[in-house]
């Protein structure tokens, strides 16, 4: 939605000073304030843009603090109560979570099915049936990770292109497909055994299989996330990324006691795993079907809101950017800014460190423990980051925890106070990477070059390689190596995270430094123009 008026010119600087902008992260100057929550999130807003000093030029008798006080004048008048207000906003935000949570909870979940069922159908002997041996089902899992973290990026910029509620459905597709891949392949691994022998060994089918997995399931998360960013203001973002992330935690769970039950079921001419990847392929195929019917392709085509609802949120997620019509679709600048993001490269290195603890449970404790323990921790400290409006100590803090529960780990003796402190450990561990990831994307206001900054993120599903490597049998069981090795790694996400939000509120004083010397025209103009782009202009105020 363009700023200003109709014909597309700057409002005056003498405007008063709405809450789209407030709720933006661009320095708030001209725009009217008519959403039906922006007395309340003008209050937080305003309170959290003076307690980052970048509200300094608001000094008695500036205009822009006439602006500001005239629109609480302008408010007042009005009549509006701003709890009544927040009810509104919380009502379509209740609206969205029960039409759009759900199928997306359930399409990351079975989703997620197909990366993790092959250490089931190993125990009903998968690599036999297949003709591979042990060894290159490690291997295979191993190569899945190659191409599911290369083809993040592109493919969360065809999800862009194509739009979420195309691409999402179309990524649920190639799961069934591999199992008339691996029956066709060990039909011709049966004739060629018997002419070159019983032990004649091949993992190919396998290992192309999974390799496709990995081109055609990377981009489902960042496309999810962006789809979510499109309906929810940026502090509604973390708690349902949270919800949605939470599948992950129960996706073993859930995994095992599928294939326990399919498992029990007999068949003539089916294996037990081939019965299972087809039961679970079909289920994917459906909801991916049930996905292409039900998921919006946007705000404006929610066919579960009202008129005046769709308006809304249309107008709450498109204030963040003032050129939000221009900068929608893909562009090769995005690309570029991407690549130039400093930000991004700073603080994937420690979501790779963040993310590697989260493999240590494997080794211990039963799924259901890690599900519950993963979920409340994650729900708690996600709703609390979007209540108080703020990342980066909450990330801290739920490593911090993370950390003495690891602490606990090695130095206890006992199994009981191992096994509480891992039940600690697990409440913090989930958090890092979902925050991370909301953090990226509010601060990332532009519709293409976000869809790339998550889509770059998701490098961060490297940490499941080095977590694979570190806790192998030979330090069973004590595992006092790959623990102390962990402990190294949550202590470098810890102080990267610190050092990454200082970073952030530097560069937020630095630029509110350059406004005080800034007339309200030339602040203005730098808002709307296009020389420097999206969060690189010294008007944009980085979410802490």
């Known amino acids: 939605m363009s700023v200003g008026h109709q014909d597309g010119s700057p409002p005056p600087s003498s405007s008063p000073c709405s809450s789209r902008a407030l709720i933006s992260n661009y320095y708030p100057i001209g725009h009217d304030l008519k959403h ?22 608001l000094l008695p008798g500036s205009p822009h603090a006439t602006a500001l006080r005239s629109n609480s004048i302008e408010m007042q008048d009005s009549g509006i109560s701003s709890l009544e207000n927040e009810r509104e906003a919380q009502r379509i935000n209740r609206k969205m979570d029960l039409y759009l949570l759900p199928l997306l909870s359930l399409l990351y979940l079975f989703n997620g099915l197909d990366r993790g069922n092959i250490g089931n159908a190993q125990t009903q002997g998968f690599t036999h049936d297949i003709g591979a041996l042990p060894d290159d089902l490690n291997l295979a899992v191993s190569l899945l990770f ?61 290992i192309t299989t999974r390799l496709l997995i990995g081109v055609f399931e990377a981009g489902f998360y960042p496309t999810c996330i962006v789809y979510l960013g499109s309906f929810y203001s940026r502090f509604d973002l973390a708690t349902r990324i949270g919800l949605f992330y939470g599948q992950y935690a129960i996706a073993s769970a859930f995994s095992g006691a599928l294939s326990y039950a399919i498992f029990q079921v007999s068949h003539a001419w089916l294996k037990p795993w081939q019965l299972l990847f087809l039961i679970e392929g079909v289920l994917t195929c459906v909801l991916g079907a049930v996905a292409w019917l039900w998921l919006p392709t946007g705000p404006r085509g929610a066919w579960f809101l009202s008129h005046s609802e769709r308006q809304f949120v249309v107008d709450r997620v498109g204030g963040v950017e003032p050129n939000a019509a221009k900068y929608s679709s893909l562009t090769r600048r995005d690309l570029v800014e991407t690549l130039r993001d400093w930000k991004l490269w700073f603080v994937l290195v420690f979501n790779i460190c963040a993310s590697v603890p989260v493999t240590a449970f494997s080794v ?87 869809a790339l900054v998550v889509g770059a993120n998701g490098l961060g599903n490297l940490a499941g390689a080095i977590g694979s490597q570190l806790y192998r049998a030979e330090y069973a069981p004590g595992y006092k190596l790959p623990l102390v090795v962990t402990l190294g790694f949550v202590g470098v996400a810890l102080t990267g995270y610190v050092a990454y939000r200082y970073t952030l509120w530097a560069v937020n004083a630095r630029r509110a430094a350059i406004r005080k010397s800034k007339s309200a025209e030339q602040i203005e103009a730098e808002r709307v123009d ?11 105020v980085y979410d802490l």
């Open 36 to 57: 039906p929550d922006d007395r309340y999130r003008l209050e937080h807003d305003r309170n959290s843009f003076e307690s980052q000093g970048v509200l300094s030029p």
């Open 146 to 206: 190659v191409t599911f973290v290369l083809f993040q990026v592109p493919s969360a910029a065809v999800g862009q292109w194509l739009g979420p509620s195309t691409w999402l459905p179309i990524m649920m597709v190639p799961s069934p497909l591999q199992v008339p891949l691996l029956y066709v392949y060990r039909q011709g691994l049966t004739t060629r055994s018997a002419l070159l022998g019983p032990h004649n060994h091949d993992s190919a089918a396998l």
């Open 364 to 450: 211990f404790l039963p799924l259901v423990v890690q599900a519950v323990c993963g979920a409340v921790g994650l729900y708690l400290f996600a709703s609390s980051s979007d209540r108080h409006r703020e990342r980066g100590w909450h990330i801290v803090g739920a490593l911090v925890v993370a950390l003495g529960g690891l602490v606990g780990v090695v130095g206890s003796v006992s199994n009981a106070a191992k096994y509480a402190s891992l039940c600690v450990f697990l409440f913090g561990s989930y958090v890092p990477p979902p925050l991370t990831v909301a953090w990226l994307s509010g601060n990332t206001p532009t519709a293409g070059k976000r």
């Open 530 to 540: 296009s020389v420097r782009h999206a969060d690189r202009k010294w008007v944009f």
